[in-house]
């Protein structure tokens, strides 16, 4: 007797997966790390199937949140209802480097410890010299102009929260704040890591700094999702040669220092949706794809 396999599906190759491919790959090299760190460094060659098959959807999500988030529309409508939620303390204004870095130690800590293992950086609205303090480390460590850093990009009126210190200013604020990063980024053309954090001496930079140091050493996995988040990780991945290995950037804002951050690091992104609702609300909102795309992969291995 013949026997149809007409309703009986394909395997579903990596592939056929497109550009979410390169995330299974990662989860794969995150969830089964090779016994030589060495080996973790990205390549463009995938591994082969049975290597990938065994990523699976990670267990649990957090977002770890420094700031006001309630005050990011894209927080309360569109993060996935299913994410753990672990607070960054805000350091207060003056706040020593050492004390804002071990601030975010505990914090990336905590979340962990609570059984993430994936964590999601969700910032609300920052200061000035928050934003300057990321556009200074872009242009002191990729290097790179800092106008091109800063970018040229301009979008009209009103401005979406936690941005208006970013993209949403007129020419004048932008010429100030141009030169006071040019500046800056040459005093500290010499520097180190370690040593640009103690000139910048921004606290809630520093505290980010520290959370994404301690989720690598840890061997967390981390999505970026904003300048700030991708300015920071830079930083710790100048501290932690390995650092950029725990860190996956699954879409981008468009913000000129962010492309610079992530492209020093060799991060690419599955997609360029330029979503502005919040640092952070991107990688939460592609969240349901990400995992679908690895339990579709893992599930697929099993037949």
Do not use: K
């Amino acid at each position: 007797m013949t026997h149809s396999h007409a309703n009986t599906p394909e395997s579903l190759r990596l592939e056929d997966l497109g550009s979410l491919a390169a995330w299974v790959t990662w989860a794969h090299t995150i969830q089964h790390p090779a016994p030589d760190l060495s080996t973790l460094r990205r390549s463009a060659s995938l591994p082969s199937g049975e290597h990938a098959a065994r990523a699976q959807p990670f267990r649990q999500v957090t977002a770890a949140t420094l700031g006001n988030v309630d005050a990011l529309p894209g927080w309360l409508y569109l993060r996935p209802p299913d994410v753990s939620v672990v607070e960054v303390p805000q350091p207060a204004a003056g706040t020593d480097v050492a004390t804002a870095l071990a601030a975010g130690v505990r914090a990336a800590d905590a979340a962990i410890d609570s059984g993430a293992d994936l964590v999601v950086p969700v910032i609300g609205p920052m200061g000035p010299a928050t934003h300057s303090a990321a556009a200074i480390a872009v242009a002191t460590l990729v290097p790179a102009e800092p106008v091109w850093v800063l970018g040229f990009q301009r979008r009209a009126a009103p401005a979406i929260a936690g941005y208006a210190d970013t993209v949403y200013c007129d020419d004048a604020s932008w010429m100030r704040r141009c030169c006071a990063v040019r500046d800056a980024a040459w005093q500290a053309r010499s520097s180190d890591a370690e040593a640009l954090l103690e000139q910048l001496a921004e606290p809630n930079f520093c505290t980010l700094v520290g959370a994404l140091l301690q989720l690598a050493d840890r061997s967390t996995a981390v999505l970026l999702d904003g300048p700030l988040t991708a300015a920071a990780a830079l930083v710790a991945s100048r501290i932690n040669l390995f650092a950029a290995d725990s860190y996956y950037a699954p879409q981008r804002h468009g913000d000129a220092a962010e492309r610079y951050a992530l492209d020093s690091m060799g991060l690419e992104s599955i997609a360029d949706l330029g979503l502005r609702c919040g640092h952070g609300i991107g990688a939460l909102l592609l969240l349901p794809v990400l995992q679908a795309a690895l339990a579709a992969h893992h599930i697929a291995a099993e037949h």
